[in-house]
């Protein structure tokens, strides 16, 4: 079992940066594959990019913009976002499997509790 916690949301204006960090409790945290995932009002949730011990995917909307990267030694993984859009505004969510690597949002067992991002036009 392992706890997700995001921080680093916020208000930005289009164009701008954000870099998320979600904190994972847990002494396998190396073994998780991890995932950013959003969610706007009214919407489904979608997956933003998925990084297992070394390779990453990202959704063709982010690709390009958004950056995930994983520190093991500090239970941490991170989400850099460039280039946000206004489109980019939603509640983004980390989430752990150990299923193995998946891009289904339905495939994630653990969730933090999301952290705001909301761009500005």
């Known amino acids: 079992q392992v706890q997700l916690v995001e921080s680093g949301g916020g208000l930005v204006q289009a164009g701008g940066s954000l870099r998320l960090s979600c904190a994972a409790s847990?002494?396998?945290?190396?073994?998780?594959?991890m995932g950013w995932f959003r969610q706007a009002p009214g919407k489904e949730r979608e997956l933003v990019g998925v990084?297992?011990?070394?390779?990453?995917y990202y959704s063709d909307s982010v690709k390009g913009r958004f950056t995930i990267s994983r520190d093991n030694a500090k239970n941490t993984v991170h989400l850099q976002m460039n280039s946000l859009k206004p489109e980019d505004t939603a509640v983004y969510y980390c989430?752990?499997?150990?299923?193995?690597?998946?891009?289904?949002?339905?495939?994630?067992?653990?969730w933090g509790q999301g952290t705001q991002v909301t761009v500005s036009s």
């Open positions: 847990g002494r396998t945290f190396s073994s998780y594959v």
């Open positions: 990084i297992g011990r070394s390779a990453v």
């Open positions: 989430a752990a499997t150990l299923r193995g690597w998946t891009t289904k949002v339905y495939e994630y067992d653990y």
